[in-house]
């Protein structure tokens, strides 16, 4: 990706929002919208030291399939260091049937069941140990709210490059201009894919792009006050508001520049016919140098 901003889960989102809006209106409404999707999570030790001198942080960015009163798995799992410094950025989508140390459950599972059993928390611990990295801070958003969002800016235009369809939606090769229905299908869908998950983070991507874009190039009061009405229902993070205006001032630079990070591996039925995922040993220790070399 040439640049980056998947502000579908807010944090960016909001900032780039002051940075482009209207003066004083549109800060307070942002800074309303924040405190009021604010979840006592408590950041690292060292974010708000790294925030001070503007050094490299770290996020864990979470989509969340919850449904009624459930507590929900996170579908999307997406790690992002940001320096500054370097004016680089890096981004790990983490494969969410990915088998791992479930920290503070005692099990080994899916990564993705670690929201599940102790919500934003127990997915930070999880990840960090995984990647055996800090974790500054978190953004989630839910499926609805995705579904919102891309109606909030009026739809959003793609490159698919494979046909398939979901239930009665088509999804011809090609260009294709899809409203928020539309876009969750596409984004989701993976089974029809024979790049499997990789394939559906490539399509999350690719809409999460194009609502950045359409935030940034095509601002207007109307939209902003759409956008922040969505992020205000579907959205919880642990990110402050003075966090949020500095990154969107000081990080920008770093945030147009990213690096996409992959894990190689391979999955299959295990002997409780569950399929799980691993990542080779290499590509995982290429990760965790890659993006302890962002946060040092």
Known sequence: MKKWKWIVLTVISVGLLVLFGSGGYVYHQASQTLENVQVPVEASIEAEQAVKQDKALSFLLLGVDQRGNAAGRSDTIIVVTVDPASGKSKMLSIPRDLKTEIVGNGSNDKINHAYAFGGPDMAIDTVENLLDIRIDYFAEINLDGFTDLVDAVDGV?????????????????????????????????????????????????????????????DFSLSRFN????????????????????????????????????SLEGSGGIEADQIYYWHPTPESLKDVQTSLHQSLN
């Not at 088509?170 to 993976?190: C, V």
């Not at 993070?237 to 990213?258: E, G, H, M, Q, S």
């Open 157 to 217: 235009r793609v490159q698919n490059d494979i046909d398939f369809s979901v239930y009665e939606l088509q999804f011809p090769k090609g260009q294709l201009d899809l409203n928020g229905e539309e876009a969750l299908a596409y984004a989701r869908m993976r089974y029809d894919d024979p790049r499997g998950d990789f394939g559906r983070q490539i399509r999350q991507r690719q809409v999460v792009q194009a609502v950045a874009d359409k935030l940034t190039e």
């Open 226 to 261: 759409d956008v922040l009405g969505v992020l205000g229902e579907n959205v919880k993070t642990n990110v402050p508001f003075p966090v949020v205006r500095k990154i969107a001032l000081n990080y920008r630079d770093a945030l147009k520049n990213v690096e996409t990070l």
